[in-house]
């Protein structure tokens, strides 16, 4: 009897375990938001670079900053789309928080789908023609079906590729618009460095082959020499200028690429953000611990990346 008591209190935990509570979702929030302030404070980085860019070549100041106010600008989408994500992942944590997985709960859902949608200026209601109206369909579609969910679970799992379709036009809409001032602040630096040692460059070959001609010269007429000397000084100097220019171009080039690193690894982590949410349905489903590992590893790098750009 005491052997069978012994099964039964253990079978009642195995189904009270089975049948466990939701677990946490605030780490996911927490972690959406440390994300939003990480974009934020990543443009801000790579808009003062871009705005002090000009000292590089000396002239030219105002283009620059004016290219920085447009990084900024444009920059100001892809914040204002993190904080929209923010609020999404606070509202479903709230959601899960409460411990309801009834209708009522499922409908908040889609609510919170819907309200993503329309901070990302994506018309659900009216969709355009185009690209852009074949998104919002899409989006209506599968908000439709979450709400027809019968549990938080399967409302979480239907929103996930809405949530993908979602991170993907973050990514992609704010992303060009952004490289393409990068890339014109790049394209400008090159050319103004460049053109500030043009004089040299030319000269440099002309020198280089009276250099040899009088050492040449020099050989056969030590009276040369003097002059062989003042021509080697010329030359080192034509040289020193040059080795400058190159400097200038590798700086250049090196805040070029850093910018363009934080760009990439921005998009890289909206990504990671809808893969943190896919988790989230399967640590809902499964009643196991929420982790957001690769959300925080991701937040790291952004962060590293925002440093290194700062102290260009």
């Not at 590089?56 to 100001?76: C, V």
């Not at 329309?118 to 690209?131: D, H, T």
């Not at 009276?223 to 010329?234: C, I, N, R, S």
């Not at 790291?300 to 290194?308: G, M, Q, T, V």
Request: neutral net charge; proline residues 3%.
């Amino acid at each position: 009897m005491l052997h069978l008591s012994w099964w039964k209190w253990v079978l009642l935990a195995l189904t009270v375990g089975g049948c466990g509570a939701l677990p946490d979702a605030k780490p996911f929030a927490e972690a959406s938001h440390t994300l939003a302030m990480s974009v934020a404070s990543a443009g801000q980085a790579v808009a003062d670079s871009l705005g002090e860019a000009g000292a590089l070549t000396e002239s030219d100041d105002a283009a620059y900053k004016a290219r920085a106010d447009k990084f900024r600008a444009a920059w100001g989408e892809r914040v204002a789309a993190s904080r929209a994500v923010a609020v999404y992942s606070e509202s479903i944590s709230d959601l899960i928080s409460a411990g309801q997985e009834g209708g009522e709960t499922v409908k908040k859902v889609g609510d919170a789908l819907s309200g993503l949608a329309g901070a990302l200026n994506i018309p659900l209601a009216a969709p355009a023609v185009g690209v852009a109206g074949d998104v919002a369909r899409f989006l209506a579609d599968r908000i439709a079906t979450v709400r027809a969910s019968d549990r938080l679970e399967t409302a979480l799992a239907k929103a996930q590729p809405a949530v993908d379709r979602l991170a993907e036009r973050i990514a992609t809409e704010t992303d060009q618009p952004l490289r393409s001032v990068l890339d014109n602040t790049y394209k400008t630096q090159r050319g103004q460095i460049t053109d500030k040692y043009d004089a040299q460059q030319n000269q440099l070959q002309p020198f280089e082959m009276k250099r040899s001609e009088l050492a040449s010269q020099a050989l056969a007429n030590t009276d040369v020499l003097p002059v062989l000397l003042q021509h080697d000084q010329a030359l080192a100097s034509l040289r020193s200028r040059l080795a400058e220019r190159d400097r200038l171009l590798a700086e250049a080039s090196m805040a070029y690429k850093a910018r363009l690193q934080l760009l990439n690894a921005l998009s890289a982590a909206t990504i990671t953000w809808a893969q943190s949410h896919r988790d989230l349905a399967v640590a809902v489903k499964q009643k196991r611990k929420v982790t957001v590992v690769e959300l925080q590893a991701t937040i790291s790098e952004l962060k590293s990346l925002s440093k290194k750009v700062s102290e260009l």
